[in-house]
């Protein structure tokens, strides 16, 4: 270990806090996990992930990156009931522009709820020597001045009253979610508070659990009906999770809300572009309660703007960039905020001085991506706050509609849009010769037709996938 690596805190046994505590132990003698929450042992709903209940995705690179952090975790993950899913072959996804066209591929992602993958996360993180989880602990400031970071102010809830410690550490992590009070710490050290992007299409969710019937009809594994703003505002998705379940989740923009009765869920999904979610689901025997989640908005924290930063202090995962949940971009995020934590330590010659900084800019940059897809997407409903549509926007709106039409027809195009939704490319990817050549030809040809469908479509792909 080098000079000052002895302690590290995390605050925050979120996904991003567990991913930085793996990487942490890589470097420090050990690393510490706060949490307020009573930790379940196994895939429980806890309150501190309000919305666990809803549909999550690890997309390919984030499922890449977890296995590299914890090899054989894919293999525990289907051990204990997830499912892996061939993006490209096992998903009738239906854009805004037509079915994707479907072939066997590279990109696999795990299909579970959320409760699962965090609980055999944190149960392979705790098998790591030198970290240790703390549950039931509120960290309520920060210790130290200006300049620097020494360690973190401990609330502990007893059995009669709370009674507050100090924690001393060399570096502070806090990776404590979407209300992350952050800010607030850095304004009680005298510092300024970052400047905040927020754009809000104000979008709910609705979701509940189906038992998945012996012999469903359609050759299909998973469903994804897409909005097409701004005319169409609803969306559905289907995914298969552990024990035999379907997790269905609702979603409606501009403050179209998806329902929490059972009348007004079924209405809605047979609301949708396409009735196959609807149909799948019609006769299925409901497990849960419905569920509902509107705390979607997109939210950045410019951390990286401000002129005087506290050294030895990290922000990182959501408490820094917060997705709308529907892309299903933010654990992977997450993933690659820890992949850039790796790089900045591995690049440290001596002490920690720098590293905090160095760290919120080079993140800056990796969320620049994953944001300006997101809020694009987002400003295509009409009652999106924050922001509006500018011209490259709506230039860029045009071309990723040429993009899709193209995908329900041309494998390669499709291929090219998936490794960047799935993450695996930068957006540069969709822009490469051979794709742009398409699309100037379609466009060209006349055959473009960029007005989202918003009419029902048929109960099927209208093709097969291919081997």
Same mark, same amino acid.
């Given at each position: 270990?080098?000079?000052?690596?002895?302690?590290?805190?995390?605050?925050?046994?979120?996904?991003?806090?567990? !991913?930085?505590? #793996?990487?942490?132990?890589?470097?420090?003698?050990?690393?510490?996990?706060?949490?307020?929450?009573? +930790?379940? *042992?196994?895939?429980? =709903?806890?309150?501190?992930?309000?919305?666990?209940?809803? !549909?999550?995705?690890?997309?390919?690179?984030?499922?890449?990156?977890?296995?590299?952090?914890?090899?054989?975790?894919?293999?525990?993950?289907?051990?204990?009931?997830?499912?892996?899913?061939?993006?490209?072959?096992?998903?009738?996804?239906?854009?805004?522009?037509?079915?994707?066209?479907?072939?066997?591929?590279? =990109?696999?992602?795990?299909?579970?709820?959320?409760?699962?993958?965090?609980?055999?996360?944190?149960?392979? @993180?705790?098998?790591?020597?030198?970290?240790?989880?703390?549950?039931?602990?509120?960290?309520?400031?920060?210790?130290?001045?200006?300049?620097?970071?020494?360690?973190?102010?401990?609330?502990?809830?007893?059995?009669? *009253?709370? $009674?507050?410690?100090?924690?001393?550490?060399?570096? $502070?992590?806090?990776?404590?979610?979407?209300?992350?009070?952050?800010?607030?710490?850095?304004?009680?050290?005298? +510092?300024?508070?970052?400047?905040?992007?927020?754009?809000?299409?104000?979008?709910?969710?609705?979701?509940?659990?189906?038992? #998945?019937?012996?012999?469903?009809?359609?050759?299909?594994?998973?469903?994804?009906?897409?909005?097409?703003?701004?005319?169409?505002?609803?969306?559905?998705?289907?995914?298969?999770?552990?024990?035999?379940?379907?997790?269905?989740?609702?979603?409606?923009? *501009? #403050?179209?809300?998806?329902?929490?009765?059972?009348?007004?869920?079924?209405?809605?999904?047979?609301?949708? #572009?396409?009735?196959?979610?609807?149909?799948?689901?019609?006769?299925?025997?409901? !497990?849960?309660?419905?569920?509902?989640?509107?705390?979607?908005?997109?939210? !950045?924290?410019?951390?990286?703007?401000?002129?005087?930063?506290?050294?030895?202090?990290?922000?990182?995962?959501?408490?820094?960039?917060?997705? %709308?949940?529907?892309?299903?971009?933010?654990?992977?995020?997450?993933?690659?905020?820890?992949? %850039?934590?790796?790089?900045? &330590?591995?690049?440290?010659?001596?002490?920690?001085?720098?590293?905090?900084?160095?760290?919120?800019?080079? @993140?800056?940059?990796?969320?620049?991506?994953?944001?300006?897809?997101?809020?694009?997407? *987002?400003?295509?409903?009409?009652?999106?706050?924050?922001?509006?549509?500018?011209?490259?926007?709506?230039?860029?709106?045009?071309?990723?509609?040429? $993009?899709?039409?193209?995908?329900?027809?041309?494998?390669?195009?499709?291929?090219?849009?998936?490794?960047?939704?799935?993450?695996?490319?930068?957006?540069?990817?969709?822009?490469?010769?051979?794709?742009?050549?398409?699309? $100037?030809?379609?466009?060209?040809?006349?055959?473009?037709?960029?007005?989202?469908?918003?009419?029902? &479509?048929? %109960?099927?792909?209208?093709?097969?996938?291919?081997?």
């Amino acid at each position: 270990m080098k000079k000052g690596r002895a302690q590290a805190i995390v605050v925050g046994a979120s996904m991003a806090g567990m !991913l930085a505590a #793996r990487v942490l132990a890589d470097f420090f003698e050990q690393v510490t996990v706060l949490d307020r929450d009573a +930790l379940p *042992d196994g895939a429980e =709903f806890r309150t501190g992930v309000p919305q666990a209940k809803h !549909l999550h995705a690890l997309l390919p690179r984030g499922r890449r990156i977890l296995e590299g952090y914890f090899p054989g975790i894919t293999a525990d993950m289907q051990a204990a009931g997830a499912e892996m899913l061939d993006i490209a072959r096992d998903i009738a996804w239906l854009t805004a522009y037509g079915w994707g066209t479907r072939f066997r591929s590279e =990109f696999e992602g795990l299909s579970s709820t959320r409760d699962l993958l965090d609980s055999i996360v944190r149960a392979r @993180l705790k098998q790591i020597p030198n970290v240790e989880v703390l549950q039931g602990c509120e960290v309520i400031g920060l210790v130290g001045e200006r300049n620097g970071v020494e360690g973190v102010r401990l609330r502990l809830a007893g059995e009669m *009253d709370f $009674v507050d410690e100090i924690l001393w550490a060399d570096i $502070v992590i806090a990776a404590t979610g979407r209300h992350s009070r952050a800010a607030r710490w850095l304004k009680e050290l005298g +510092l300024a508070e970052p400047e905040v992007d927020c754009i809000d299409a104000h979008v709910g969710y609705a979701s509940r659990m189906f038992l #998945r019937p012996q012999n469903p009809r359609g050759d299909w594994r998973a469903i994804f009906v897409q909005a097409a703003p701004p005319e169409v505002k609803r969306a559905g998705i289907l995914f298969p999770v552990e024990k035999n379940r379907w997790l269905v989740t609702l979603q409606g923009g *501009d #403050r179209d809300y998806p329902p929490s009765d059972d009348n007004g869920f079924l209405e809605f999904a047979g609301s949708l #572009r396409s009735p196959m979610l609807y149909e799948a689901i019609a006769d299925a025997e409901p !497990l849960t309660p419905i569920s509902s989640y509107r705390a979607t908005e997109n939210r !950045l924290q410019h951390y990286e703007r401000l002129r005087v930063w506290p050294e030895r202090f990290l922000v990182m995962g959501d408490a820094v960039c917060a997705f %709308n949940p529907v892309y299903g971009q933010g654990m992977t995020a997450a993933a690659l905020a820890s992949e %850039n934590l790796r790089g900045c &330590l591995a690049k440290q010659k001596d002490g920690l001085n720098g590293l905090a900084q160095r760290f919120q800019k080079r @993140l800056a940059r990796i969320n620049k991506a994953p944001w300006m897809l997101a809020t694009s997407e *987002d400003l295509r409903f009409a009652g999106t706050e924050g922001a509006i549509a500018n011209r490259s926007t709506k230039l860029m709106h045009r071309y990723i509609a040429w $993009v899709l039409q193209l995908a329900t027809r041309h494998r390669s195009v499709r291929k090219s849009f998936l490794e960047v939704q799935g993450m695996l490319k930068g957006p540069s990817a969709i822009f490469r010769p051979s794709v742009v050549v398409r699309v $100037v030809k379609q466009a060209i040809s006349g055959r473009s037709d960029t007005t989202a469908l918003g009419a029902p &479509l048929p %109960n099927a792909c209208g093709q097969k996938a291919a081997s």
